[in-house]
């Protein structure tokens, strides 16, 4: 607390006024640092004391705003306002007047420094000497003086408020001590709903009586109610008025404030105050459900969520139901070249999360594809050279950001170079090389709203920590980039990390100490899809987790070992990101998800990178010619992928073009009964990720090409992901990659083989 701007005597008043108030300066008060009162009254009203001496206490308890409301009449704020200035308090002069509406009564409070005027008094007296004032007079009055205007909801009921939310009025006061818990909550979704300002007061007259809390609002809550004060007129502008729990809370993802209530959510609860607040996809059946589902979360939180999720497009997508749009990913818009389409499929994109209510997307990956043999990256770059890479990738950011979605530059500072996944261990490279570090800052002067730091060991910088944890590489991204938005960890529950560090809470810490902002423990949107057991344990273990890191956080602060100053840094860049992407009532949502324009890009840029490695003779397959299209069933390789399932896509695309299609999916320790070929004039063989996989998949994929060649089949292969798959063998059959086993990559394939559309795309790197 501090008191050296005060003299030794004004410091003993104001300290005997401060107990005469009924409050205790050593106890828990002088702990209320920022919280603002919205509803104190002075001596010139109901209350006890000065408005002077309000503000002159309200300093010894750390406060920064109040606001002062006496019933129809403003005397003494300005010498408050002027008192405010000295002091560092900003006084917010109001008044309170009660008013009827359909002959109910209601209180109104008007706040703004115009009603220190001595025309609004004058005003303010003709108003409230008629014998009953109009709620509607009563705005007009507070309007005229471009006041803000707010309904004080403690003496009236819930269910009667809604009707008085006549043209005019700014805002509700949602909590005040004579208001439970569900009554304050159903005011915030009311607030949500009409779009109001929030406030809170709880007509403090400076006493405490018997029955009844009268002690100014921010007391109350803070120290009775145990909560932190919801954001109020003058929103949360200063970190300040933040918990440290609370501050702790939002650094952790997963973490939104709505809970979803099955058992683990309230087991965090009732210990920390905090849900597990994850959204998986078992627990949503289709789009209506999810929309659903998020606009209940964003009416019940009190800050705007920020939702995560991976949508990256190709192979990484955690939507992918239908009326969803589903872009064939980075390396489909690499092989065109075409910067456009980088922007447009980021717009795309962004506005289809948006409209859903997700607004962060750990996208685009920025990694420069050095080494192809990496599992965790794939097609999800957009390619092996530096400077286009960086292009493309700043105009993804520049058109997601657009639509009102953040965009998230990932893998710093590159696992480009790496050849091992990232998630099942830590990847090591002796030097950090300049060109992986290009597309990062293309990424910064496109103001890429955060950046996620890689599980990646670099020697020449930091031989014993990975980046994640290592303060030596982030300040490169702080010091010599001069970022100055949010960066984020990768998933800190991945085995690699665990397996080597032991423990979670620690790896947590670091992390923090290392300089990032988001400790990730998984998004807010996951992927994964169980069924009910799995997912009771998916959950179970997912709290343990958030529990391990809240609580070595926390002890981290009290202990000393990270300083709340430190906290606050990484708070003022998440409240600002919050600020600029937190999602606001869905209101002016559109519900069109998947919009025509989205479907008719994705076919586009599908089309444009169609690529065709080697064509041993023309390919033109007529509609009645016989096809038998053989799938080589992949097996899961890494965690980043989504698309490894949904490679039976090539059937119903198929299906759609041609009148006679036989469809077989085979593994490599199927019997060859199953190639029933002898009939076909084409055979179209896929596969995904191969060149990925085991020795006995891809010999067994090259012992049936090499069968299907000795019958002088006309073979088809086609790569519906890595080109490196292409490589595999030297027979003499056609070879094309689309990039994604997505319908709208199937359907550009069946327009080649149709003889509708040429190839054009190229393979961005080069094939060895």
């Given at each position: ?8 005597e ?10 005469r108030?009924g ?9 209320n640092?920022g ?10 009203g ?6 002077t001496e ?7 308890l750390?406060?920064?705003v ?5 019933r129809n009449?403003?005397n ?6 002027k008192t ?16 009827l509406?359909q ?5 109104l409070l ?6 220190l005027?001595?025309n ?15 709620l509607?007079?009563?705005v007009?009055?507070?309007k ?8 004080v909801?403690?003496?009236?009921s ?16 949602v909590?005040h ?20 300002l ?7 007259k ?10 100014p609002y ?29 501050k ?15 058992v683990?959510d309230?087991?965090?609860i009732q210990?920390?105050?905090?849900g597990?607040?994850?959204?998986n ?17 964003v009416e ?12 990256e ?8 139901m ?5 872009f064939p ?19 795309a ?6 409209n ?5 997307n ?10 192809t043999?990496?599992p ?5 770059c957009?390619?092996s ?9 700043s105009?993804?950011?520049?058109g ?14 590159g696992?480009g170079?790496?050849?091992s996944d990232s ?18 800052e ?11 730091v890689a ?9 014993e920590?990975p ?11 702080r010091?010599?980039l001069?970022?100055k ?24 810490v670091r ?18 899809k169980?069924?009910?057991r799995?997912?009771q344990?998916g959950?179970?273990n ?18 000393g070992?990270i300083s ?18 937190g ?5 002016q949502?559109?519900?069109m998800?998947?919009?025509k324009?989205?479907?008719e ?7 444009e ?7 041993s ?25 989504s ?7 090539m059937?119903?695309?198929?299906q759609?073009?041609?009148s006679?299609v ?29 060149s ?6 891809i ?13 002088r089949k ?5 790569a519906?992901?890595d080109p ?16 994604s ?14 003889g ?13």
């Amino acid at each position: 607390m501090k008191i050296s701007s005060l003299t030794k005597e004004e410091a003993l008043h104001d300290y005997e006024l401060f107990v005469r108030m009924g409050l205790n300066l050593e106890s828990d008060y002088q702990k209320n640092t920022g919280c603002i009162d919205m509803h104190l009254h002075t001596n010139h009203g109901k209350g006890k004391y000065s408005p002077t001496e309000i503000v002159k206490a309200s300093r010894f308890l750390g406060l920064e705003v109040i606001g002062i409301t006496d019933r129809n009449n403003i005397n003494g704020l300005s010498e408050a306002v002027k008192t405010g200035e000295r002091y560092g308090i900003k006084v917010i002069p109001g008044v309170e007047i009660l008013t009827l509406f359909q002959n109910l009564p209601i209180c109104l409070l008007g706040y703004g420094q115009n009603l220190l005027t001595s025309n609004f008094s004058y005003d303010l007296n003709i108003l409230t000497n008629k014998e009953e004032i109009q709620l509607e007079n009563a705005v007009d009055l507070i309007k005229k003086y471009n006041g803000v205007t707010i309904l004080v909801c403690s003496d009236i009921s819930v269910e009667k408020i809604e009707r008085t939310l006549i043209k005019g009025i700014d805002g509700l006061e949602v909590i005040h001590p004579n208001l439970d818990k569900t009554q304050q909550d159903i005011l915030k979704k009311l607030s949500r709903r009409f779009n109001l300002l929030m406030s809170g007061g709880s007509d403090s007259k400076g006493q405490i009586e018997s029955k009844n809390i009268r002690v100014p609002y921010s007391f109350f809550v803070r120290t009775i109610l145990g909560i932190k004060q919801v954001p109020i007129l003058e929103g949360i502008d200063d970190i300040s008025e933040l918990s440290l729990e609370e501050k702790i809370g939002l650094i952790i993802k997963p973490g939104f404030e709505w809970p979803l209530l099955d058992v683990e959510d309230k087991r965090l609860i009732q210990n920390f105050g905090v849900g597990l607040n994850k959204i998986n996809k078992d627990r949503i059946q289709n789009l209506e459900e999810l929309e659903f589902k998020i606009k209940k979360i964003v009416e019940l939180s009190s800050i705007p969520p920020l939702l995560t999720i991976n949508q990256e497009g190709g192979r990484l997508n955690t939507i992918d139901m239908s009326g969803f749009t589903l872009f064939p990913g980075n390396m489909s818009i690499g092989a065109t070249n075409n910067k456009k389409f980088a922007y447009l499929t980021g717009r795309a994109i962004g506005k289809q999360l948006f409209n859903l209510g997700i607004t962060w997307n750990f996208a685009p990956v920025c990694d420069v594809l050095h080494n192809t043999v990496n599992p965790s990256l794939g097609t999800r770059c957009f390619g092996s050279e530096a400077t286009e890479v960086a292009v493309l990738a700043s105009e993804f950011i520049r058109g997601m950001q657009e639509e009102g979605v953040a965009a998230t530059a990932k893998h710093f500072p590159g696992l480009g170079p790496s050849n091992s996944d990232s998630h099942e261990e830590i990847p090591s490279i002796k030097k950090l090389n300049r060109e992986d570090l290009l597309p990062f800052e293309a990424a910064i002067n496109a103001n890429v709203a955060a950046v996620m730091v890689a599980n990646l060991k670099i020697i020449d910088v930091d031989p014993e920590f990975p980046a994640v944890i290592s303060k030596k590489v982030i300040d490169i991204l702080r010091e010599t980039l001069k970022f100055k938005g949010v960066i984020v960890t990768e998933n800190l529950s991945i085995p690699a990390l665990i397996k080597e560090f032991k423990n979670l809470g620690e790896v947590a810490v670091r992390a923090f100490e290392a300089g990032a902002d988001i400790i990730m423990i998984d998004p807010d949107f996951s992927k994964e899809k169980y069924d009910l057991r799995a997912m009771q344990k998916g959950n179970s273990n997912s709290v343990n987790k958030k529990i391990e890191v809240y609580e070595a956080l926390l002890e981290s602060v009290l202990s000393g070992r990270i300083s709340e100053e430190r906290i606050n840094e990484s708070i003022r860049r998440i409240w600002n990101m919050r600020e600029r992407y937190g999602v606001k009532p869905l209101i002016q949502r559109s519900s069109m998800i998947a919009e025509k324009e989205h479907i008719e890009l994705a076919q586009i840029v599908s089309d444009e990178s169609l690529t065709l490695i080697k064509n041993s003779k023309d390919i033109l397959i007529k509609p009645d010619d016989k096809i038998l299209l053989i799938n080589l069933v992949p097996q899961k390789l890494t965690r980043a992928d989504s698309s490894w399932k949904i490679t039976n896509n090539m059937f119903v695309m198929f299906q759609e073009h041609f009148s006679h299609v036989n469809y077989i999916e085979i593994k490599a320790d199927d019997c060859e009964t199953k190639l029933q070929y002898q009939s076909a004039d084409y055979i179209v063989v896929s596969t995904y990720n191969l060149s990925q996989s085991n020795n006995d998949e891809i010999n067994y994929f090259l012992h049936i090409i090499s069968k299907l060649k000795k019958h002088r089949k006309q073979i088809v292969h086609v790569a519906l992901g890595d080109p490196q798959d292409t490589l595999l063998g030297k027979d003499d059959i056609a070879r094309i990659v689309i990039y994604s086993p997505h319908k709208v990559s199937i359907k550009s394939l069946c327009e080649f083989l149709s003889g509708n559309l040429k190839a054009k795309g190229q393979v961005p790197f080069t094939l060895e």
